[in-house]
């Protein structure tokens, strides 16, 4: 017993470390590039940014959120054949995405050395998630740790190095990021599980990925739609310094949602293995003692954001903040525990392969999104953006938790399980 408990505790430590990593420095990058490129030329950054969040996006549904729940019943060989597989077809959509993401980007008006800039840091990041997950699915969780450090402390540290030299151009900057991100990506293929084993056909893997996660690269869309909508109306009516400020507030509450991230990163697997075992029952048991666990912290995470919001605002911005951050945070504050209650119910409809409501209800979120979001912003400026943005998974959240309130009582296994 001890030595399970040392093992799982190990194992969650971990993890959080791994969070500790991408959020810590995630934030230290976003601080060292507002004092270096200015409120107006992190605001271009931003809103690059938003584009590749799109794109990284929809990976993540049609390749890393499948494997996570499918490899659970994979084991041996079959697990190795699977993970290639997974690579290759990560490989083949990256390749043709990063093309047509410097042709939009190239197309929109930037030069041509930010629109490779662009798609080397698309093409980098997302085959790094990739591997990344596939060391979490199959429990080399230090392997996705000195991955992340690399990627994410490496890219910071070299941005602090570089960036002055360079003149902090947003062409040299996610240059940078990108050689940064394809470190780390080379670092985890020289561990990841499935490298020099033949895959499965990879004709049968896309078309059981795209059944899984068609439902989802549609939730991908209209999710970016829903939450970057406030974004894009504060870009269009104030402009991309005021994006800069919005992007830094939520830095801010990014260090402070490191757990809610380490969630994203365990919780399928687990899900998807109680599922397997004991049905739903099991699968709605799990996701209960996880919920009770998390309540304390995430509020405590509420209320320290309540509490100071002056100091971290100022290590952000310097002495003087701009005007309307300190509203921004107070709104920013209440994201994570509205996030909280949306990941658990997310994990759930995926898990139960129930990703057609997902997407029905983004869809909802973001057509209403798109109505309102100008008028609140425009009437409210940007207290009225954080508000909406720290509601949204609350919404999310009532209206999947009425969809579940009529299967909590069954204990059948989900059909992925019974194969």
């Known amino acids: 017993m001890a030595s399970y408990l ?3 505790w190990g194992s969650r430590s971990l993890v959080l470390l791994d969070q500790g990593v991408l959020s810590g420095f995630a934030f230290l990058t976003t601080l060292v590039l507002i004092r270096g490129m200015g409120l107006e030329g992190f605001g271009v950054y931003s809103l690059l940014a938003l ?12 390749l890393l959120q499948p494997m996570q729940t499918l490899l659970g019943s994979r084991i041996g060989q079959r697990r190795r054949a699977y993970l290639s597989g997974c690579w290759r077809l990560a490989v083949g959509c990256m390749g043709m995405a990063s093309a047509l993401a410097a042709l939009v980007v190239f197309g929109l008006g930037s030069s041509a050395l ?14 790094q998630m990739q591997l990344r997950g596939a060391a979490f699915a199959v429990g080399e969780r230090r392997q996705a740790l000195v991955s992340d450090a690399i990627g994410q402390g ?11 030299l360079l003149d902090w151009s947003l062409h040299s900057i996610l240059l940078i990021q990108a050689a940064a991100w394809g470190a780390a990506a080379g670092y985890s293929w020289m561990g990841f599980e499935g490298r020099g084993v033949r895959s499965l056909p990879l004709r049968a893997m896309a078309l059981r990925h795209w059944r899984f ?5 549609g939730m991908a869309v209209v999710r970016w739609v829903a939450s970057n909508g406030f974004l894009l109306a504060v870009a269009a009516q104030f402009g991309p310094s005021s994006l800069a400020i919005v992007r830094g507030v939520q830095a801010i509450v990014g260090v402070a949602n490191l757990g809610l991230a380490a969630m994203e990163s365990v919780l399928p697997t687990g899900a998807a293995v109680e599922a397997g075992r004991d049905g739903e029952r099991g699968l709605f048991r799990y996701l209960r003692g996880f919920a009770l666990k998390g309540f304390v912290p995430v509020g405590l995470l509420v209320v320290c954001l309540l509490w100071i919001p002056g100091p971290c605002l100022v290590l952000v911005f310097g002495k003087t903040p701009p ?5 921004m945070l107070m709104g920013l504050a209440f994201l994570p525990a509205s996030s909280f209650l949306y990941t658990l119910y997310s994990v759930a409809y995926r898990t139960l392969r129930k990703t057609r409501a997902l997407f029905w209800c983004y869809g909802a979120l973001a057509i209403l999104v ?3 979001a100008p008028t609140v912003v425009g009437t409210y400026g940007l207290a009225g953006a954080a508000w909406g943005m720290a509601l949204q998974p609350m919404v999310l959240a009532l209206w999947l938790a009425c969809g579940l309130a009529v299967r909590s009582g069954s204990r059948s296994k989900p059909a992925w399980a019974q194969k």
């Open 114 to 127: 930010v629109a490779v800039g662009f798609a080397f840091f698309l093409v980098a990041r997302a085959l």
């Open 6 to 8: 040392r093992t799982r």
């Open 323 to 327: 005007e309307g951050a300190r509203e």
């Open 370 to 372: 798109a109505g309102v």
């Open 51 to 62: 584009g590749w969040m799109w794109g990284l996006g929809v990976v993540q549904a049609l």
């Open 154 to 164: 490496g890219g910071f540290l070299a941005i602090v190095w570089l960036g002055p």
């Open 213 to 217: 996660g068609r439902w989802l690269v």
